[in-house]
């Protein structure tokens, strides 16, 4: 039952590929070390290919978490008394909110039922009848839910109205298609420890032109440390491969950072996208074979960098330590409403270009759903991830 090494098949941290986890127990460098200049310089001009940005979209990368992010964005783009639209597809939604509030924004919420995603019509009508806004926020990939929104519909509708677009893509970012400047996207964010696939430590950003334009036209400058100004010149300097200082950089993380967008664009982002989308079916197949339902209500709205699946009838949050006894770790339930009747997994970045991992995941739910006294064939749901992972792309 239990192998050796567990593995972490939560929603971020993920497993890191061996080139990361080497990258990142180096010791660490110095901030003007040219060879960590290097790496930093690197990172930005690899972040404008996996964000697709294209050479106008300004990187940054913060020492921080995913929540940094969030408030970099908020202080950045929002003055008092901005009105503002999120669409609201789960807990990190609720979180956008709550941050975009203390900015003394004034939000609206879009909020579908639990698993949907809302239409664009009912945006475009808010969008139109109750403005003027000045941005729109949506998260790419709820990870509490595991809604993914249609952002291009979304990128689209904001640029018609004049509005920013901003994207909360911490669970989706590398994993999920993303092509932020023919989307016209505004600003895309992320955390290293989700599909990016390194350890926690990181936000990720990269700021199109209008959005550092609404910065640029601020009456008040942020925070010293979440203000995009302040950081311009040194992530410049990088870029030029120059030594620079504002705050020091989490080296370490950066180093791994460098070699973590190498392995994602060693076969081209659309090659690791595929492999994405096919072990995310496959484990779809393997939670059909096991008769697990899915939060996601239809296809069109379900991520592929993780499954939020229900109990069954008669089984609880008690099935969690039987997966972990057979040395897999799972996620519980995250949003409110379904956080007793829910569980996460997570299979993005570099678990998901791993069919042993995938198949000791499905093992591991398999095992423990029958322990616990469902009806389920084990071997029936490794078949089926099995057949999915065989489908050409
Ligand atoms: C994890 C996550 C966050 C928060 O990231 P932290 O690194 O935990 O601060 C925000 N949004 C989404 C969609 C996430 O999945």
Known sequence: MATSTPLLMIPGPIELSPGVLAAAAAPPLGYVSPRLIEA??????????????????????LAGSG????????????????????????????????????HDAEVTEVTPRVGEA???EGIREILTQKGPFKALFATHVDTSTGVRVPPEPLCRLAREVGILSVFDGVCATAGERFDMAEWGADLYFTASQKAIGL?????????????????????NVPPLYLDWEAWLPIHRAYEERKPSYLATPATSLVMALETGLAEILENGLEARLETQARAAAAMRAAW????????????????????????????????????????????????????ATSFRIGHMGYTATRPDYLRRTVEAVAGALKESGARVDPEEAVAALESGLAVPA
């Open 40 to 61: 930093f310089g690197r990172s930005i001009e690899r972040m404008r290919e996996v964000w697709r940005s294209g050479p106008s979209g300004q990187p940054f990368i």
């Open 199 to 219: 350890p926690p430590g990181l936000a990720l950003m990269v700021a199109g032109e209008r959005a550092l334009a609404a910065r640029d036209a601020r009456k």
């Open 67 to 102: 929540t940094l992010a969030m408030e970099v964005a908020a202080a950045n783009l929002v003055e008092p008394g901005d009105k503002v639209l999120v669409v609201n597809t789960g807990y990190f939604s609720d979180r956008m909110t709550a941050i975009l509030r203390r």
């Open 118 to 120: 809302p239409a664009i």
């Open 288 to 339: 059909k074979a096991l008769r697990l339902r899915a939060v996601p209500k239809t296809k069109e709205v379900t991520a592929n960098t993780l499954s939020v699946l229900l109990f069954p009838d008669g089984i609880d949050a008690g099935l969690l330590p039987r997966i972990a006894a057979r040395g897999v770790t799972v996620a519980g339930g995250l949003h409110p409403t379904v956080k």
